[in-house]
Protein backbone atom coordinates (compact mmCIF):
# COMPACT_ATOMS: atom_id res chain seq x y z
CA UNK A 1 0.00 0.00 0.00
CA UNK A 2 1.36 2.98 -0.91
CA UNK A 3 2.34 5.59 2.26
CA UNK A 4 -0.28 7.72 3.52
CA UNK A 5 0.54 11.58 2.60
CA UNK A 6 1.63 13.02 5.53
CA UNK A 7 -0.03 16.41 5.77
CA UNK A 8 -3.53 15.09 6.29
CA UNK A 9 -2.75 12.91 9.25
CA UNK A 10 -1.20 14.44 12.52
CA UNK A 11 -0.12 12.81 15.88
CA UNK A 12 -0.66 14.00 19.23
CA UNK A 13 0.82 12.72 22.43
CA UNK A 14 -1.13 11.55 25.87
CA UNK A 15 -1.86 14.96 27.13
CA UNK A 16 -0.96 17.21 24.17
CA UNK A 17 -3.40 20.07 23.16
CA UNK A 18 -4.90 19.89 20.01
CA UNK A 19 -6.79 23.25 19.89
CA UNK A 20 -7.46 25.94 22.50
CA UNK A 21 -10.66 27.43 23.84
CA UNK A 22 -10.70 30.76 21.13
CA UNK A 23 -8.61 29.36 18.74
CA UNK A 24 -9.72 29.78 14.66
CA UNK A 25 -11.68 26.94 13.97
CA UNK A 26 -9.57 26.08 10.38
CA UNK A 27 -10.29 22.31 10.55
CA UNK A 28 -11.56 18.92 11.72
CA UNK A 29 -10.39 16.02 12.85
CA UNK A 30 -11.28 12.40 12.13
CA UNK A 31 -10.05 10.25 14.77
CA UNK A 32 -7.75 7.06 13.36
CA UNK A 33 -6.28 6.43 16.18
CA UNK A 34 -6.78 7.23 20.22
CA UNK A 35 -8.50 8.87 22.30
CA UNK A 36 -9.25 13.05 23.15
CA UNK A 37 -11.14 14.72 25.05
CA UNK A 38 -13.31 18.18 24.79
CA UNK A 39 -13.13 20.69 27.74
CA UNK A 40 -14.07 24.02 28.70
CA UNK A 41 -12.72 26.41 31.92
CA UNK A 42 -15.83 26.51 34.47
CA UNK A 43 -15.23 28.22 37.29
CA UNK A 44 -11.34 27.66 37.48
CA UNK A 45 -11.78 24.19 36.94
CA UNK A 46 -11.22 21.82 34.09
CA UNK A 47 -14.60 20.31 32.92
CA UNK A 48 -14.51 17.36 30.13
CA UNK A 49 -17.48 17.88 27.69
CA UNK A 50 -17.23 14.64 25.78
CA UNK A 51 -14.62 12.09 24.95
CA UNK A 52 -14.07 10.76 21.60
CA UNK A 53 -12.59 7.57 19.72
CA UNK A 54 -11.46 5.94 16.88
CA UNK A 55 -13.85 6.80 13.81
CA UNK A 56 -15.48 10.08 15.51
CA UNK A 57 -15.21 13.53 14.48
CA UNK A 58 -14.57 16.52 16.29
CA UNK A 59 -13.50 19.98 15.83
CA UNK A 60 -16.45 20.29 13.29
CA UNK A 61 -18.81 22.89 14.64
CA UNK A 62 -15.82 25.75 14.21
CA UNK A 63 -15.73 25.40 10.49
CA UNK A 64 -19.51 24.96 9.76
CA UNK A 65 -20.56 28.00 11.53
CA UNK A 66 -16.87 29.92 10.93
CA UNK A 67 -16.77 30.89 14.54
CA UNK A 68 -13.95 30.14 16.60
CA UNK A 69 -13.62 27.04 18.84
CA UNK A 70 -15.64 27.29 22.16
CA UNK A 71 -13.82 24.37 23.75
CA UNK A 72 -10.73 23.22 24.14
CA UNK A 73 -9.41 19.39 22.93
CA UNK A 74 -6.82 17.52 24.28
CA UNK A 75 -5.37 13.94 23.37
CA UNK A 76 -6.15 11.52 26.65
CA UNK A 77 -3.71 8.92 24.96
CA UNK A 78 -1.41 8.90 21.89
CA UNK A 79 -3.37 10.09 18.79
CA UNK A 80 -3.45 9.74 15.01
CA UNK A 81 -5.92 12.16 13.37
CA UNK A 82 -6.86 12.71 9.88
CA UNK A 83 -7.22 16.59 9.26
CA UNK A 84 -10.65 17.50 7.48
CA UNK A 85 -10.18 20.50 5.77
CA UNK A 86 -13.02 23.27 6.01
CA UNK A 87 -13.36 23.05 2.02
CA UNK A 88 -14.33 19.42 2.38
CA UNK A 89 -17.15 19.75 3.80
CA UNK A 90 -18.36 23.06 2.67
CA UNK A 91 -18.46 21.38 -0.77
CA UNK A 92 -20.94 18.87 0.44
CA UNK A 93 -23.05 21.87 2.52
CA UNK A 94 -22.65 23.74 -0.76
CA UNK A 95 -24.81 21.22 -2.40
CA UNK A 96 -27.64 21.44 0.24
CA UNK A 97 -28.03 24.83 1.10
CA UNK A 98 -30.64 24.26 3.50
CA UNK A 99 -28.86 21.88 5.51
CA UNK A 100 -26.01 23.82 5.86
CA UNK A 101 -28.37 26.50 7.19
CA UNK A 102 -30.04 24.15 9.33
CA UNK A 103 -26.86 23.19 10.70
CA UNK A 104 -25.93 26.57 11.55
CA UNK A 105 -29.16 27.08 12.90
CA UNK A 106 -28.88 24.43 15.48
CA UNK A 107 -25.07 25.14 15.84
CA UNK A 108 -25.77 28.83 17.11
CA UNK A 109 -28.08 27.48 19.57
CA UNK A 110 -25.68 24.80 20.92
CA UNK A 111 -23.20 27.56 21.49
CA UNK A 112 -25.67 30.38 22.78
CA UNK A 113 -26.94 27.84 25.57
CA UNK A 114 -23.07 26.51 26.04
CA UNK A 115 -22.61 30.21 27.00
CA UNK A 116 -25.61 30.75 28.89
CA UNK A 117 -24.20 27.84 31.33
CA UNK A 118 -20.78 29.05 31.66
CA UNK A 119 -22.13 32.69 32.26
CA UNK A 120 -24.70 30.80 35.04
CA UNK A 121 -22.07 28.78 36.65
CA UNK A 122 -19.34 32.48 36.74
CA UNK A 123 -17.19 32.14 34.14
CA UNK A 124 -15.98 34.44 31.17
CA UNK A 125 -17.90 34.52 28.07
CA UNK A 126 -16.55 32.27 25.33
CA UNK A 127 -14.61 33.82 23.19
CA UNK A 128 -16.79 33.63 20.09
CA UNK A 129 -19.67 34.53 21.64
CA UNK A 130 -19.87 38.14 19.90
CA UNK A 131 -20.33 37.10 17.12
CA UNK A 132 -23.34 34.69 17.12
CA UNK A 133 -25.39 36.86 15.24
CA UNK A 134 -23.36 37.07 12.21
CA UNK A 135 -23.85 33.55 11.69
CA UNK A 136 -26.86 33.52 9.51
CA UNK A 137 -25.16 35.58 6.84
CA UNK A 138 -25.94 37.65 3.22
CA UNK A 139 -24.69 34.17 1.91
CA UNK A 140 -27.20 32.12 3.45
CA UNK A 141 -30.06 34.25 1.27
CA UNK A 142 -30.68 31.47 -1.37
CA UNK A 143 -31.22 29.03 1.08
CA UNK A 144 -33.70 31.16 2.91
CA UNK A 145 -35.62 32.25 -0.22
CA UNK A 146 -35.96 28.95 -0.67
CA UNK A 147 -37.24 27.93 2.26
CA UNK A 148 -39.65 31.08 1.54
CA UNK A 149 -40.73 30.11 -1.69
CA UNK A 150 -41.32 26.02 -0.31
CA UNK A 151 -44.10 27.94 2.28
CA UNK A 152 -45.84 30.21 -0.40
CA UNK A 153 -45.65 27.29 -2.27
CA UNK A 154 -47.59 24.98 0.39
CA UNK A 155 -49.88 27.98 0.66
CA UNK A 156 -50.29 28.28 -3.37
CA UNK A 157 -51.70 24.76 -3.16
CA UNK A 158 -54.31 25.50 -0.05
CA UNK A 159 -55.15 28.63 -1.57
CA UNK A 160 -55.70 27.22 -5.50
CA UNK A 161 -53.20 29.56 -7.08
CA UNK A 162 -52.15 26.75 -9.44
CA UNK A 163 -53.22 27.22 -12.84
CA UNK A 164 -52.89 25.01 -16.17
CA UNK A 165 -52.32 26.11 -20.07
CA UNK A 166 -52.64 23.78 -22.31
CA UNK A 167 -50.85 23.73 -25.40
CA UNK A 168 -51.80 22.03 -28.86
CA UNK A 169 -49.93 19.05 -30.44
CA UNK A 170 -51.00 19.15 -33.54
CA UNK A 171 -50.48 16.93 -36.84
CA UNK A 172 -47.16 17.87 -38.40
CA UNK A 173 -49.00 17.44 -41.77
CA UNK A 174 -52.47 18.71 -41.14
CA UNK A 175 -52.53 20.50 -38.50
CA UNK A 176 -54.76 19.01 -36.50
CA UNK A 177 -55.14 19.25 -32.80
CA UNK A 178 -54.60 15.88 -31.67
CA UNK A 179 -54.15 16.84 -27.91
CA UNK A 180 -52.80 19.19 -25.13
CA UNK A 181 -50.14 19.21 -22.87
CA UNK A 182 -51.06 20.72 -19.52
CA UNK A 183 -48.35 23.29 -18.15
CA UNK A 184 -48.46 24.41 -14.97
CA UNK A 185 -47.83 27.72 -13.53
CA UNK A 186 -48.75 29.96 -10.36
CA UNK A 187 -51.07 32.83 -10.21
CA UNK A 188 -49.27 34.09 -7.10
CA UNK A 189 -50.45 37.10 -5.56
CA UNK A 190 -47.25 38.63 -4.70
CA UNK A 191 -45.07 37.70 -7.56
CA UNK A 192 -47.52 37.47 -10.46
CA UNK A 193 -47.74 34.63 -12.95
CA UNK A 194 -44.53 32.83 -12.17
CA UNK A 195 -43.38 30.15 -14.87
CA UNK A 196 -42.44 26.20 -13.67
CA UNK A 197 -38.86 26.98 -13.84
CA UNK A 198 -39.08 28.38 -10.73
CA UNK A 199 -40.85 26.04 -8.69
CA UNK A 200 -41.24 22.74 -9.84
CA UNK A 201 -37.81 21.84 -9.07
CA UNK A 202 -38.50 22.85 -5.35
CA UNK A 203 -41.98 21.18 -5.59
CA UNK A 204 -40.21 17.96 -6.84
CA UNK A 205 -37.84 18.33 -3.72
CA UNK A 206 -40.28 18.38 -1.25
CA UNK A 207 -43.20 15.86 -0.93
CA UNK A 208 -45.75 18.68 -2.64
CA UNK A 209 -45.00 17.23 -6.24
CA UNK A 210 -47.57 14.70 -5.41
CA UNK A 211 -50.41 16.49 -3.94
CA UNK A 212 -50.17 19.05 -6.84
CA UNK A 213 -49.91 15.79 -9.51
CA UNK A 214 -53.44 15.05 -7.96
CA UNK A 215 -54.45 18.72 -7.99
CA UNK A 216 -53.52 18.69 -12.01
CA UNK A 217 -54.65 15.33 -12.94
CA UNK A 218 -58.18 16.47 -11.35
CA UNK A 219 -58.32 20.24 -13.50
CA UNK A 220 -56.57 18.49 -16.61
CA UNK A 221 -58.84 15.58 -16.98
CA UNK A 222 -61.99 18.02 -15.97
CA UNK A 223 -60.50 20.36 -19.02
CA UNK A 224 -59.97 17.59 -21.52
CA UNK A 225 -63.68 16.93 -21.18
CA UNK A 226 -64.36 20.20 -21.54
CA UNK A 227 -62.12 20.35 -24.93
CA UNK A 228 -64.02 17.03 -26.37
CA UNK A 229 -66.86 18.37 -26.32
CA UNK A 230 -65.76 22.20 -27.81
CA UNK A 231 -63.78 20.39 -30.41
CA UNK A 232 -66.00 17.54 -31.20
CA UNK A 233 -63.28 14.99 -31.71
CA UNK A 234 -60.98 12.25 -29.81
CA UNK A 235 -58.25 13.95 -28.17
CA UNK A 236 -55.41 13.15 -25.88
CA UNK A 237 -53.89 15.14 -21.99
CA UNK A 238 -50.28 14.90 -22.32
CA UNK A 239 -49.21 15.35 -18.30
CA UNK A 240 -45.99 15.90 -17.06
CA UNK A 241 -44.25 12.85 -14.43
CA UNK A 242 -41.76 13.86 -12.25
CA UNK A 243 -39.71 10.79 -11.08
CA UNK A 244 -40.50 12.10 -7.56
CA UNK A 245 -44.32 11.13 -8.59
CA UNK A 246 -43.14 8.00 -9.49
CA UNK A 247 -42.00 7.03 -5.94
CA UNK A 248 -45.40 7.12 -4.92
CA UNK A 249 -46.46 3.31 -4.88
CA UNK A 250 -50.42 4.68 -5.21
CA UNK A 251 -49.33 6.59 -8.48
CA UNK A 252 -51.05 3.91 -10.71
CA UNK A 253 -53.99 3.66 -8.34
CA UNK A 254 -54.81 7.23 -7.98
CA UNK A 255 -54.08 8.00 -11.42
CA UNK A 256 -57.26 5.25 -12.49
CA UNK A 257 -58.98 7.11 -9.82
CA UNK A 258 -59.10 10.00 -11.58
CA UNK A 259 -59.68 8.85 -14.87
CA UNK A 260 -62.34 6.57 -13.92
CA UNK A 261 -64.47 9.55 -11.78
CA UNK A 262 -64.18 11.64 -15.43
CA UNK A 263 -64.98 8.86 -17.68
CA UNK A 264 -62.42 8.93 -19.45
CA UNK A 265 -59.85 5.77 -20.71
CA UNK A 266 -56.23 5.33 -20.03
CA UNK A 267 -55.90 5.72 -23.80
CA UNK A 268 -56.66 9.19 -23.51
CA UNK A 269 -54.05 10.29 -20.96
CA UNK A 270 -50.12 10.30 -21.92
CA UNK A 271 -47.26 10.61 -19.37
CA UNK A 272 -44.19 12.42 -20.14
CA UNK A 273 -41.34 11.11 -18.06
CA UNK A 274 -37.52 12.44 -18.90
CA UNK A 275 -34.69 9.62 -18.94
CA UNK A 276 -33.87 11.06 -15.65
CA UNK A 277 -36.39 8.35 -14.33
CA UNK A 278 -33.27 5.67 -15.05
CA UNK A 279 -31.19 7.12 -12.46
CA UNK A 280 -33.87 6.33 -10.04
CA UNK A 281 -33.37 2.85 -9.75
CA UNK A 282 -36.61 -0.07 -10.44
CA UNK A 283 -39.31 1.41 -8.66
CA UNK A 284 -40.45 4.06 -10.67
CA UNK A 285 -39.57 2.04 -13.61
CA UNK A 286 -42.02 -0.95 -12.52
CA UNK A 287 -44.76 1.80 -11.91
CA UNK A 288 -44.30 2.83 -15.53
CA UNK A 289 -44.63 -0.19 -16.50
CA UNK A 290 -47.75 -1.10 -14.63
CA UNK A 291 -49.17 1.87 -16.17
CA UNK A 292 -48.42 1.25 -19.62
CA UNK A 293 -49.92 -2.09 -19.01
CA UNK A 294 -53.77 -0.30 -17.98
CA UNK A 295 -53.13 1.70 -21.12
CA UNK A 296 -51.78 4.69 -20.71
CA UNK A 297 -49.76 6.00 -23.56
CA UNK A 298 -45.94 6.65 -22.37
CA UNK A 299 -43.83 9.43 -23.75
CA UNK A 300 -40.51 10.32 -23.60
CA UNK A 301 -39.18 13.97 -22.87
CA UNK A 302 -36.48 16.47 -23.62
CA UNK A 303 -35.04 13.72 -25.80
CA UNK A 304 -31.67 14.85 -26.80
CA UNK A 305 -30.93 16.92 -23.63
CA UNK A 306 -29.58 14.48 -21.29
CA UNK A 307 -27.87 10.73 -21.68
CA UNK A 308 -29.72 10.00 -24.60
CA UNK A 309 -29.33 6.64 -23.43
CA UNK A 310 -31.07 4.22 -26.89
CA UNK A 311 -30.86 1.31 -25.12
CA UNK A 312 -33.38 2.65 -22.37
CA UNK A 313 -35.44 3.24 -25.61
CA UNK A 314 -35.52 -0.02 -26.15
CA UNK A 315 -35.93 -1.75 -22.82
CA UNK A 316 -39.35 -0.12 -22.47
CA UNK A 317 -42.67 -0.06 -24.76
CA UNK A 318 -42.74 3.94 -25.28
CA UNK A 319 -45.71 4.86 -27.20
CA UNK A 320 -44.25 8.24 -28.32
CA UNK A 321 -40.33 10.57 -28.25
CA UNK A 322 -40.74 14.11 -27.92
CA UNK A 323 -37.38 15.74 -29.27
CA UNK A 324 -36.45 18.92 -27.46
CA UNK A 325 -36.40 21.78 -28.87
CA UNK A 326 -32.70 22.51 -28.46
CA UNK A 327 -31.96 19.66 -30.38
CA UNK A 328 -34.08 21.07 -33.09
CA UNK A 329 -32.58 24.59 -33.08
CA UNK A 330 -29.26 23.13 -33.42
CA UNK A 331 -30.22 20.75 -36.26
CA UNK A 332 -31.45 24.18 -37.86
CA UNK A 333 -27.92 25.39 -37.26
CA UNK A 334 -25.60 22.46 -37.66
CA UNK A 335 -25.19 19.96 -40.24
CA UNK A 336 -23.41 17.71 -37.91
CA UNK A 337 -26.39 18.13 -35.17
CA UNK A 338 -29.29 17.19 -38.48
CA UNK A 339 -27.76 14.11 -39.22
CA UNK A 340 -27.44 13.45 -35.23
CA UNK A 341 -31.33 14.20 -35.41
CA UNK A 342 -31.86 12.48 -38.64
CA UNK A 343 -30.28 9.80 -36.75
CA UNK A 344 -32.91 9.93 -33.73
CA UNK A 345 -35.84 9.75 -35.68
CA UNK A 346 -35.11 7.02 -37.84
CA UNK A 347 -34.18 4.89 -34.88
CA UNK A 348 -37.71 6.18 -33.38
CA UNK A 349 -39.26 5.54 -36.61
CA UNK A 350 -37.24 1.25 -36.68
CA UNK A 351 -38.76 0.69 -32.78
CA UNK A 352 -42.14 1.92 -33.85
CA UNK A 353 -42.16 5.01 -31.52
CA UNK A 354 -43.99 7.88 -32.35
CA UNK A 355 -42.31 11.18 -32.86
CA UNK A 356 -43.11 15.01 -31.54
CA UNK A 357 -40.90 17.47 -32.02
CA UNK A 358 -41.37 19.95 -29.69
CA UNK A 359 -40.73 24.12 -29.65
CA UNK A 360 -41.66 24.78 -33.73
CA UNK A 361 -41.25 28.41 -33.95
CA UNK A 362 -40.77 28.77 -37.53
CA UNK A 363 -41.98 27.17 -41.25
CA UNK A 364 -38.29 26.22 -41.80
CA UNK A 365 -38.06 24.14 -38.45
CA UNK A 366 -41.60 22.58 -39.32
CA UNK A 367 -40.22 21.90 -42.47
CA UNK A 368 -36.86 19.72 -41.65
CA UNK A 369 -39.26 17.76 -39.08
CA UNK A 370 -41.70 17.52 -41.95
CA UNK A 371 -38.76 15.91 -43.71
CA UNK A 372 -38.16 13.67 -41.28
CA UNK A 373 -41.27 11.78 -40.98
CA UNK A 374 -41.92 13.42 -37.73
CA UNK A 375 -45.65 12.86 -37.13
CA UNK A 376 -46.84 15.21 -34.12
CA UNK A 377 -45.74 18.85 -33.62
CA UNK A 378 -45.71 21.20 -30.68
CA UNK A 379 -44.50 24.88 -30.49
CA UNK A 380 -45.25 28.81 -31.00
CA UNK A 381 -46.01 28.46 -34.28
CA UNK A 382 -49.19 26.02 -34.15
CA UNK A 383 -49.64 27.75 -30.54
CA UNK A 384 -48.33 28.78 -27.09
CA UNK A 385 -49.61 27.23 -23.94
CA UNK A 386 -52.87 28.85 -22.78
CA UNK A 387 -55.54 28.81 -19.97
CA UNK A 388 -58.76 26.92 -21.75
CA UNK A 389 -60.59 30.05 -21.85
CA UNK A 390 -58.76 31.73 -24.23
CA UNK A 391 -57.68 28.50 -26.29
CA UNK A 392 -61.85 28.12 -26.89
CA UNK A 393 -61.10 31.24 -28.50
CA UNK A 394 -58.66 30.32 -30.49
CA UNK A 395 -59.99 27.54 -31.90
CA UNK A 396 -63.74 27.79 -33.25
CA UNK A 397 -65.88 25.32 -31.81
CA UNK A 398 -65.64 21.57 -33.60
CA UNK A 399 -62.44 22.16 -35.09
CA UNK A 400 -58.54 22.78 -34.75
P1 LIG B 1 -41.38 20.68 -21.04
O1 LIG B 1 -42.13 19.49 -20.56
O2 LIG B 1 -40.25 20.44 -21.97
O3 LIG B 1 -42.46 21.66 -21.66
C1 LIG B 1 -42.27 22.39 -22.83
C2 LIG B 1 -41.87 23.78 -22.52
O4 LIG B 1 -41.56 24.45 -23.75
C3 LIG B 1 -42.99 24.60 -21.89
O5 LIG B 1 -42.37 25.53 -21.01
C4 LIG B 1 -43.57 25.33 -23.09
O6 LIG B 1 -44.23 26.53 -22.74
C5 LIG B 1 -42.32 25.61 -23.87
N1 LIG B 1 -42.61 25.78 -25.31
C6 LIG B 1 -43.59 25.25 -26.02
N2 LIG B 1 -43.51 25.62 -27.31
C7 LIG B 1 -42.42 26.42 -27.41
C8 LIG B 1 -41.79 27.12 -28.50
O7 LIG B 1 -42.22 27.08 -29.64
N3 LIG B 1 -40.69 27.83 -28.20
C9 LIG B 1 -40.17 27.89 -26.95
N4 LIG B 1 -39.09 28.62 -26.75
N5 LIG B 1 -40.73 27.26 -25.90
C10 LIG B 1 -41.84 26.51 -26.13
P2 LIG B 1 -43.00 25.78 -19.59
O8 LIG B 1 -44.48 25.73 -19.63
O9 LIG B 1 -42.32 26.98 -19.05
O10 LIG B 1 -42.54 24.50 -18.79
C11 LIG B 1 -41.20 24.28 -18.50
C12 LIG B 1 -40.99 22.92 -17.92
O11 LIG B 1 -41.59 22.81 -16.62
C13 LIG B 1 -41.63 21.81 -18.73
O12 LIG B 1 -40.79 21.51 -19.80
C14 LIG B 1 -41.71 20.71 -17.71
O13 LIG B 1 -40.46 20.06 -17.57
C15 LIG B 1 -41.99 21.47 -16.44
N6 LIG B 1 -43.43 21.40 -16.16
C16 LIG B 1 -44.42 22.20 -16.62
N7 LIG B 1 -45.60 21.82 -16.13
C17 LIG B 1 -45.37 20.75 -15.34
C18 LIG B 1 -46.19 19.90 -14.54
O14 LIG B 1 -47.43 20.02 -14.49
N8 LIG B 1 -45.58 18.90 -13.85
C19 LIG B 1 -44.23 18.69 -13.92
N9 LIG B 1 -43.70 17.67 -13.24
N10 LIG B 1 -43.42 19.47 -14.68
C20 LIG B 1 -43.98 20.49 -15.36
CA1 LIG C 1 -43.24 17.93 -21.38
CA1 LIG D 1 -39.70 18.87 -23.34
Redesign the pocket.
Known amino acids: MPPKPASIYRNYQAGETIFKDGDPGDCAYLIERGQVSIHKHVQGEDVVMATFGKGEIFGEMAILDGLNRSAAARAIEDCQLMVIQREQLFDQLQKTPITHLLVKILLKRIRNTTDKLARVSGTAMTSSAPVFDSVIEAADQPAIDRIRLGSELQHALAHEEFRLHY?PIVDIQSRKVLGF????RWQSQNRGLV???VF?DLLEESSL?VPVGSW?QERAFTDLNRLKAHFGTELFMS????VRQLENSFFVEELNRHTAAHGLGPAEVKL?VTERILMDGQSGLALLADAKQKGYLISI??FGTGYSNFQFLTKFGFDSLKVD?SLLRAAMLDPQMAVVLRGITGIAHGLSIDLIA????TEEELGLVRGLNVGMG???LFAK?LPFDELIKVYPKGGG
Open positions: QEALIPPNIIILNISEDDREGIEQGYP
